[in-house]
């Protein structure tokens, strides 16, 4: 599995189409075995090689979901209480940049409201 990964890269020189087709069938047919995670896992290794504005959206997601999931834990982990509205701002927001500044204020910040209210100060209300 690992040398299917690797020839992905010079196949994705080659021929783009073939080469998203081979890695979404692929990872259709592992289903939700081991292999498939292990599919998964080689995928994300390195895919510097995808360069589509659909691989750098889908990237770009998933940081942000990353960054809101650690936003939730850290205000979690703090006691500070999270309403199901806040929550849904927080999950549903999209950019990474503006979540990585709510994170730095949830650091210290003692409400939803003041770590919302960094990013209003700073000209980045919700879009």
Request: hydrophobic fraction near 45%; proline fraction near 1%.
């Given at each position: 599995?690992?040398?299917?990964?690797?020839?992905?890269?010079?196949?994705?020189?080659?021929?783009?189409?073939?080469?998203?087709?081979?890695?979404?069938?692929?990872?259709?047919?592992?289903?939700?075995?081991?292999?498939?995670?292990?599919?998964?896992?080689?995928?994300?290794?390195?895919?510097?090689?995808?360069?589509?504005?659909?691989?750098?959206?889908?990237?770009?997601?998933?940081?942000?979901?990353?960054?809101?999931?650690?936003?939730?834990?850290?205000?979690?982990?703090?006691?500070?209480?999270?309403?199901?509205?806040?929550?849904?701002?927080?999950?549903?927001?999209?950019?990474?940049?503006?979540?990585?500044?709510?994170?730095?204020?949830?650091?210290?910040?003692?409400?939803?409201?003041?770590?919302?209210?960094?990013?209003?100060e700073a000209g980045t209300a919700d879009r």
């Amino acid at each position: 599995m690992v040398r299917s990964s690797q020839a992905l890269k010079g196949l994705w020189a080659d021929d783009e189409n073939t080469a998203t087709t081979f890695i979404e069938l692929t990872e259709q047919g592992l289903g939700t075995t081991q292999a498939a995670e292990l599919w998964r896992h080689l995928m994300a290794v390195d895919l510097s090689f995808f360069q589509s504005q659909t691989a750098q959206q889908l990237w770009a997601e998933g940081r942000a979901e990353s960054r809101a999931k650690d936003l939730l834990l850290l205000l979690g982990h703090r006691g500070v209480e999270v309403s199901e509205q806040d929550r849904a701002r927080m999950v549903g927001y999209g950019d990474p940049d503006v979540l990585g500044l709510w994170f730095r204020k949830a650091l210290t910040a003692t409400s939803t409201a003041e770590v919302f209210a960094s990013a209003e100060e700073a000209g980045t209300a919700d879009r």
